[in-house]
């Protein structure tokens, strides 16, 4: 089933919105700052980072730790904590158990790092990733990692389930890119500098049953390689992932 707006519950735009949680928003942006730094904060860090006093920010984070979101080291510095791995077990389980094998599978044909996107709001978004064992360098592709919709083949590879028309009702704000026509007809999307200069990816959509479509992709330095071999591999991959799913 392709999703759609009615099918995931999404409101109709109104004039009015409900206003929203300042509290929560912070607690939830608190969370994402921690979570993209590359080592632990302290309060005055984060505090600035957020925007708002000292005092503000320790509110906030006595909350977070109660429910043991956020921990503090020895010195007192704060890294996000375990409560985070139980809540992340839920999030499309069953995408990450049909893909892990897969990503496996096709990270150690290709010798490339292998990883599924979904789909978020204007974001993909990284669910699961897998590095060849036995490579000299491999590129890391970490959950959460997250890049506009609109550059990258995961992107594309997501429009080419879509005719031009399905796509501007479901992202009005997000142009359809004739790469993505190729790409429907192929089974899979390429780019090249769009995400990060100097390297290319190359995806391949995934229908996930009631929900959003997904992406399976590999990552790789620009180096000549065959984009139709690769193309056809993670292709393969997705139709597997598919079934798996079915």
């Not at 990883?115 to 491999?138: G, I, K, M, S, Y």
């Amino acid at each position: 089933m392709t999703w759609t707006p009615t099918e995931s519950g999404t409101a109709a735009p109104t004039d009015r919105q409900p206003p929203h949680s300042q509290t929560l928003s912070r607690g939830i942006r608190a969370l994402e700052l921690l979570a993209e730094a590359p080592g632990p904060l302290t309060i005055a860090e984060l505090a600035t980072a957020l925007g708002v006093h000292r005092s503000i920010a320790y509110r906030i984070l006595r909350t977070l730790e109660d429910h043991s979101l956020v921990v503090r080291d020895s010195a007192g510095r704060l890294t996000p904590g375990p409560g985070l791995a139980v809540l992340a077990r839920s999030v499309s389980t069953d995408l990450q158990g049909a893909a892990l094998p897969e990503l496996t599978r096709l990270c150690e044909e290709v010798g490339m790092t292998a990883f599924v996107v979904v789909w978020d709001h204007q974001e993909c978004v990284t669910l699961v990733a897998v590095e060849p064992r036995n490579a000299d360098a491999t590129l890391a592709q970490h959950p959460g990692t997250r890049h506009p919709l609109a550059v990258g083949a995961p992107g594309i590879a997501l429009q080419s389930l879509y005719t031009p028309a399905q796509w501007r009702n479901l992202v009005p704000t997000q142009d359809y890119r004739p790469e993505a026509a190729a790409a429907a007809i192929h089974g899979y999307a390429t780019s090249h500098d769009e995400v990060i200069r100097g390297l290319s990816s190359v995806a391949a959509p995934v229908r996930v049953p009631g929900k959003r479509p997904a992406a399976v992709a590999v990552v790789y330095v620009q180096t000549g390689q065959q984009d139709a071999r690769i193309g056809e591999a993670v292709r393969a991959t997705a139709t597997r992932i598919e079934a798996a799913l079915a």
